[in-house]
């Protein structure tokens, strides 16, 4: 475990998720552009991203832009540094988690997330972090996945599959209230559209992507 992290890079799980999102990546994407491309509209020069993994969001980020990534999985950031380098995107790569940024207040004019609040520890107070470090009138720009309605057939296995979907995914959790969490974070406005997509993989097909102004 990292001392400056609190992260724990398992030897199987870190490498396999770093190959599964660069093989299902563009898959994944299919599905999200849309979304994505709504919320990440007219990102400015400097944005920083919770849990940038391999590089999915690069595309979003115009060339000569620079992005500080808050990666704790030493198993991405080999993919994470290519994609950079490919996009033409400055890379500022720290090895932290979401709840613990180490960056300064009030500095940030963009922060970025897509499904991240799913796997960290404190999704509360990763939450308090980004509004920490965003200036007044910045904003969070997030897609995430989250609990499907109470008595669904969704909902149901989202629950049976909580465990090896947990251990599987870094801790994801299928089952967070991530809207009602974003709604009581203390922003000034949250904007959000909950969606559903119609992907193979059924646990994670209900989402929701908005932006939320301090």
Request: aromatic fraction near 8%; include cysteine.
């Amino acid at each position: 475990m990292s001392v400056t992290t609190g992260f724990e890079v398992h030897r199987a799980r870190g490498p396999f998720n770093a190959a599964f999102f660069s093989v299902m990546g563009p898959v994944i994407e299919l599905s999200l552009r849309r979304h994505k491309q709504r919320v990440f509209a007219g990102l400015p020069s400097t944005v920083v991203e919770l849990g940038s993994g391999v590089g999915a969001n690069l595309r979003y980020l115009r060339p000569g832009s620079t992005l500080i990534a808050i990666e704790p999985n030493s198993a991405m950031h080999g993919r994470l540094r290519a994609a950079a380098e490919r996009r033409g995107v400055r890379l500022d790569l720290r090895d932290r988690v979401a709840e613990r940024t180490g960056l300064p207040d009030a500095d940030a004019d963009a922060v970025i997330s897509s499904l991240v609040l799913c796997t960290v520890k404190d999704p509360a107070a990763v939450l308090a972090e980004v509004r920490r470090v965003l200036r007044p009138g910045g904003t969070f720009r997030f897609v995430e996945h989250v609990a499907a309605r109470n008595g669904t057939p969704t909902r149901a296995l989202q629950r049976a599959l909580r465990r090896p979907w947990a251990w599987t995914f870094e801790g994801c959790s299928c089952e967070r209230d991530l809207a009602g969490l974003l709604r009581g974070a203390g922003f000034a406005a949250v904007d959000l559209e909950p969606y559903r997509i119609h992907g193979p993989f059924i646990p994670f097909n209900t989402q929701i992507a908005g932006v939320a102004r301090t």
